[in-house]
T-cell receptor, first 114, second 110 residues
Framework: KAGVTQTPRYLIKTRGQQVTLSCSPI?????VSWYQQTPGQGLQFLFE???????NKGNFPGRFSGRQFSNSRSEMNVSTLELGDSALYLC?????????????FGPGTRLTVL | GNSVTQMEGPVTLSEEAFLTINCTYT??????LFWYVQYPGEGLQLLLK?????DKGSNKGFEATYRKETTSFHLEKGSVQVSDSAVYFC?????????FGQGTELSVKP
């Protein structure tokens, strides 16, 4: 079974631009979660989507948004990029139908904001 | 709110040494607990998990026991290898989202 895939793997943007990251979950998984990883703040939860609906949200500004499609693929968008948005963005998928389903992570997208 | 605290790294060990990485948590209720490992340039891989008190998770020689009385989930391995060099994250599950500790970098020297 193919794992979680994320595209692109690397991105360089400048301040003020916007960016869209993509995540394809493991086949059969209906939940997709996004996390931001930085050296200073560590791993922080952004949001979770299940059956095309946002089910859970972390404490990030409205510039961070996401969506999920009917095939469970998900995208996250960051508008008006700031230097502090430079991070590794990780996507994780799970079955989503249980309280503590295991989450399987993709390799991440490394975003650099100049 | 819920939180996870791990021992600070980096931890440097010689091959075949015993490993312990401490993890304690604060949570309401009884969350599931996880250890994830991250190799350089990669995403997170689930190493092991435990879903209730006194459960022992194990995988690839690593073990951790869910201790409710001490709110701990320490990671142990009897004999580490150079290939175990990575960053290890302890995490708890809260309503479907994972709350992570700050990570502990492990470096194993031959």
């Amino acid at each position: 079974k193919a794992g979680v895939t994320q595209t692109p793997r690397y991105l360089i943007k400048t301040r003020g631009q916007q960016v869209t990251l993509s995540c394809s979950p493991i086949s059969g998984h209906r939940s997709v979660s996004w996390y931001q990883q930085t050296p200073g703040q560590g791993l922080q939860f952004l949001f979770e989507y299940f059956s095309e609906t946002q089910r859970n949200k972390g404490n990030f500004p409205g510039r961070f948004s996401g969506r999920q499609f009917s095939n469970s693929r998900s995208e996250m968008n960051v508008s008006t990029l700031e230097l502090g948005d430079s991070a590794l963005y990780l996507c994780a998928s799970s079955l989503g139908d249980g309280r503590d389903n295991e989450q399987f992570f993709g390799p991440g997208t490394r975003l650099t904001v100049l | 709110g819920n939180s996870v605290t791990q021992m600070e790294g980096p931890v440097t060990l010689s091959e075949e040494a015993f490993l312990t990485i401490n993890c304690t948590y604060t949570a309401t209720g009884y969350p599931s607990l996880f250890w994830y490992v991250q190799y350089p340039g990669e995403g997170l891989q689930l190493l092991l998990k435990a879903t209730k008190a006194d459960d022992k998770g194990s995988n690839k020689g690593f073990e951790a026991t869910y201790r409710k009385e001490t709110t701990s989930f320490h990671l142990e391995k009897g004999s580490v290898q150079v290939s175990d060099s990575a960053v290890y994250f302890c995490a708890l599950s809260q309503g479907g989202k994972l709350i992570f500790g700050q990570g502990t970098e492990l470096s194993v020297k031959p």
